[in-house]
């Protein structure tokens, strides 16, 4: 149960880092420097690739 809802979260998060909202990104991009990078393992963000696009696209965008 508990990779489902990870697997949920890291979804949303990428959801979120798409939106055109840039307040919604900001408070995304700052959960997952306080929470979500201390609380997954790093495979989970291999295996989430999407996440890791979003992440290089908004870099590419500043």
């Known amino acids: 149960m508990e990779r489902n809802v990870d697997a949920l979260l890291l979804n949303n998060i ?10 919604s990104i900001s408070s995304t991009c700052e959960f997952l420097e306080t929470v979500v990078i201390y609380d997954f393992p790093a495979e989970a963000f291999l ?16």
Do not use: I
């Not at 295996?47 to 500043?62: N, P, T, W």
């Open 14 to 23: 990428v959801d979120s880092l798409r939106s055109s909202d840039v307040d």
């Open 47 to 62: 295996h989430q690739r999407e996440l890791l696009v979003c992440l290089l696209k908004l870099c590419q965008d500043v």
